[in-house]
């Protein structure tokens, strides 16, 4: 018995992979909300619950040019205030923007933020939590990620606080 040509055999290659069943990964959850105790899974790990929590602080880094970053809840309800110091504005000139946090599930389960910021939007790709006391929340002390700003150019952040 002759070998099929390599044509013949590309074809029947290609039929099988047209006709064999795929098997794709269904999500976990179609639920677009974080799971319960998950770090940064709801609104009061990053803006308190008796009140407003402490604020964020850090830098926008663009290409190594680092811009101070600070963002502060402004009440338990979800508004954030996200103030820069622009690096070609006087000494102590401060801009700000206010939004409201939004809280989503990522792509892997875990807890994302977004939230304005006076260069674009900003999303965390990545969050650090303390551990909580037996039956109280998560509080973020650490978020990480990027500012669209400017169309498609991306700057990285990394906020903290104590």
Not at 7 to 26: G, I, K
């Amino acid at each position: 018995m002759r070998a099929p040509s390599r044509p013949a055999a590309l074809l029947a290659s290609a039929l099988l992979c047209l006709t064999a069943p795929l098997a794709v990964a269904a999500p976990a959850s179609a639920d677009p909300t974080p799971a319960p105790g998950t770090c940064g899974g709801t609104l009061a790990d990053y803006v308190g619950t008796a009140g407003p929590d402490t604020a964020f602080t850090g830098f926008l880094d663009d290409n190594g040019a680092r811009t101070p970053l600070t963002v502060t809840p402004e009440d338990t309800a979800g508004t954030l205030r996200a103030e820069i110091q622009p690096a070609d504005a006087d000494p102590g000139t401060v801009v700000g923007v206010e939004s409201a946090a939004v809280i989503a599930k990522a792509w892997d389960g875990s807890a994302m933020i977004a939230f304005a910021t006076p260069r674009g939007r900003a999303e965390s790709d990545s969050l650090a939590c303390t551990t909580p006391a037996p039956g109280s929340h998560t509080r973020v002390n650490e978020i990480s990620g990027t500012v669209l700003a400017g169309g498609d150019r991306l700057e990285a952040f990394t906020l903290t606080r104590p």
